[in-house]
């Protein structure tokens, strides 16, 4: 087998993107509380959790760590220009209302809050009536 030589290939910079508006998925769970940036387009630039910065067991659904994910996005979000964002929230953990107050409280500009969690109307078929 021949050795590659390294000395040859060129290494291209990884571009730092340029996006000026920027959609903020917020999904805060009893258990855990996820953050997502991504482009207007829908692709993901980051994505992070609270398990993924180190909190365990019962400090992953809390306020503080919500908003320690909350500031490693708003940072990736500085890193690529982002001015402007939108923010969809899903769920009823404890973490949404401390998230949300980062980004407000970060210079970017908000636009929308808005929530969709999936609620059910309609629903399934009820058991039956017991008979006695």
Do not use: C, Y
């Amino acid at each position: 087998m021949k050795k590659k030589n390294l000395k040859n290939t060129k290494l291209k910079k990884k571009e730092i993107k340029q996006i000026p508006k920027a959609i903020v998925n917020i999904f805060a769970s009893f258990n855990n509380t996820i953050m997502t940036l991504a482009d207007t387009n829908g692709n993901v630039i980051i994505t992070t959790s609270t398990g993924a910065l180190g909190f365990k067991g019962t400090k992953k659904p809390t306020p503080f760590a919500a908003s320690s994910v909350a500031s490693k996005i708003i940072d990736k979000a500085r890193e690529v220009n982002v001015s402007e964002v939108d923010i969809r929230v899903k769920g009823v953990g404890p973490g949404r209302d401390s998230a949300m107050r980062a980004f407000a409280s970060s210079g970017i500009t908000v636009n929308l809050i808005k929530d969709v969690t999936p609620i059910p109307h309609g629903g399934v078929r009820p058991k039956k009536p017991r008979r006695v």
